[in-house]
């Protein structure tokens, strides 16, 4: 079991050391890849947060990246607020939705949850698809990426924005692993479990769920501000229930309510779609196989087949010590 | 402690429980029997506030509970085990006992804490492990544990909010004699500041640890009196004990 504890967070270490060097070796065209793949690490591990460890599967969490990077887009493009201002303002803006619209969907459990989070999310995509303000199917153009030259930092050179973005990830990764070992995580962890007994030892359920979809609504909106700044265009389909389930797909390849896992999914998806996409016009066949292979054979995703070797070698390796100790005390 | 006054309760055309009337004081160990089908635990469901009655008040202390939400009545001090264990399975023994500290103390908002730091969770959990008898499984895992363990620990979880009123819901169900003796030694050990309502098909449990029972039937009052009161009953022995004596019963 300890074995395994820290085997997640050294598999992190791991995944951020490979995207650190795939940085030092990538082109324009990879630093755009792995910007991408930094934008969906956030946005799934702020999924996993609500689906992986405490078990609301939500299927409108595109709704809330699109409610983050759209209010950053009209702040900065439209109103002309500088950009730190914004991300800060459409962070809590999400968060705030976030928790209005958590405080109704946690009344409901299981396939109605999904349900209802499916049906607020299309809603806020025909929202943004109809509204002219908002530049409709046409998306909102112009939007610029946060000012760091004071540090002495350029945000649009396209390497430095890839950079502080995977570096971005390693931090929301230690702050969340901190946070899922307080009691908030025991109590999250717990309500994905058995969700009648923690109300039963006294806990107010739904207070609990409503409060961890707000604060994963407001990451997800946190990654939305980031995503508007790295495409600097926007359009509804970041809102739609497609993406949703795309986001889903990756904690689910990845490892549900492993943390680590999002990364992973976020990396895997991202470089399967170019790499097959460039090989073959059926691409999302593969794909498809690829996550039925994974997903066979009752594993937790990527995380949990690694999880699974790590302790067939850990085994193998105990045994092979035991046996060379008898055979030494033989010999003895 | 716990007073229930005229509670009915139907579901449809079905009343499930008619004028029942019960008050627990602390230190009582109150037994709740009847056949199958008398309503023991929609009673119990009533009393926890799974279910809302038709009519009738529930109070804890002074305090009316009748229509709090289940986790409300936990606060005010009302704790219950179930009849299926309902644990968290994928945790350990420790880690159960640790989140009933967290729920009960109400610390679930502390979200920058390290909970491995909380040096007064882990010596209650440490104190409970030992009353329930469980403390040499601590690290176990919840579903590797025997059926019996995890009965044990299904008590251990209620008693971790160091509740005025327990509610357990046959304790003993499906253990074997060995396991059924440990759980009666953890149920006569409960502290006295405690007042215990139980449900119970085991007629020996009943009449040698309860000090005052409740006979349902049908989903009324059929006598309530104590332990020697109901063994004499002519009516308690034809409906539910089907006319033996209790004695053979035993």
Request: charged letters at 15%.
């Amino acid at each position: 079991m300890r074995s395994l504890i820290s085997f997640r967070p050294a598999l992190a270490a791991l995944t951020l050391i490979t995207l650190l060097i795939s940085w030092t070796n990538a082109e324009y065209f990879g630093m755009e890849i792995l910007a991408e793949i930094a934008v969906l690490a956030l946005l799934a591990m702020s999924l996993d947060l609500l689906a992986g460890y405490t078990g609301l599967v939500s299927l409108g969490h595109a709704a809330l990246f699109g409610c983050g990077a759209y209010s950053f887009a009209v702040f900065t493009a439209i109103w002309g607020w500088p950009a730190s201002l914004s991300m800060a303002a459409a962070t809590l803006l999400t968060g705030l939705v976030s928790l209005v619209v958590g405080a109704v969907v946690t009344r409901v459990q299981g396939i109605f949850f999904i349900m209802i989070t499916l049906a607020i999310g299309e809603m806020g995509y025909e929202l943004v698809f109809k509204t002219r303000a908002l530049g409709g199917d046409d998306g909102l153009a112009g939007i610029p990426r946060l000012d760091l030259s004071a540090i002495g930092v350029d945000l649009n050179d396209p390497g430095i924005f890839a950079l502080t973005l995977i570096l971005l990830v390693a931090v929301v990764y230690l702050l969340l692993l901190r946070l899922l070992g307080s009691p908030y995580g025991a109590v999250l962890t717990g309500l994905h479990d058995n969700a009648g007994r923690m109300r039963a030892l006294g806990l107010p359920v739904q207070l609990y769920q409503t409060s961890i979809f707000a604060f994963s609504g407001a990451l997800a909106g946190f990654a939305g501000t980031l995503s508007a700044q790295h495409t600097m265009f926007i359009a509804p389909q970041l809102l739609h229930w497609t993406t949703s389930g795309e986001v889903l797909v990756i904690a689910i390849l990845g490892g549900l309510g492993t943390l680590v896992g999002p990364i992973i999914g976020a990396a895997l998806i991202t470089l399967l779609r170019h790499e097959l996409s460039d090989l073959t016009d059926y691409w999302g066949l593969w794909l498809g196989l690829f996550l039925i292979l994974v997903v066979m054979g009752g594993k937790n995703g990527v995380v949990g087949w690694l999880e699974a070797g790590w302790r067939f070698v850990a085994r193998r390796g105990a045994q092979s010590k035991s046996t060379a100790r008898r055979s030494n005390d033989a010999a003895g | 402690m716990l007073r229930a006054e005229r509670i009915f309760k139907s579901f449809g055309a079905l009343q499930v429980t008619k004028d029942v009337s019960l008050e627990v004081p602390t230190g009582r160990r109150h037994a709740i029997i009847g056949p199958n089908g008398a309503g023991k635990t929609t009673l119990f469901n009533l009393l926890a506030g799974e279910l809302l009655p038709d009519e009738g008040r529930i109070l804890i202390g002074e305090q009316d509970v009748t229509r709090f939400a289940p986790d409300r009545r936990a606060r005010r001090g009302l704790s219950r085990s179930f009849q299926k264990n309902n644990l968290f399975l994928s945790g350990t023994v420790r880690d159960n006992l640790v989140l009933a500290d967290i729920v009960a103390q109400g610390y679930g908002f502390h979200f920058w804490r390290r909970l491995s730091d909380n040096r007064s969770a882990q010596e209650k959990t440490a104190a409970i492990a030992e009353q329930i008898g469980l403390a040499e499984l601590l690290d176990h895992g919840v579903s590797e544990l025997s059926y019996g363990a995890q009965r044990q620990l299904e008590v251990g979880l209620a008693l971790m909010a160091a509740p005025k009123v327990l509610l357990l819901d046959e304790p003993t169900s499906g253990m074997s004699p060995e396991e059924t003796g440990r759980m009666l030694q953890l149920i006569d050990d409960l502290p006295r500041d405690l007042a215990v309502l139980l449900i119970e098909h085991d007629m020996d449990l009943v009449f040698s640890h309860a000090d005052r029972i409740t006979v349902l039937n049908y989903g009324e009052i059929l006598m309530e009196g104590t332990p020697q009161e109901v063994r004499g009953s002519d009516i308690v022995q034809e409906t539910y004990l089907g006319g033996k004596t209790a004695q053979e019963q035993c």
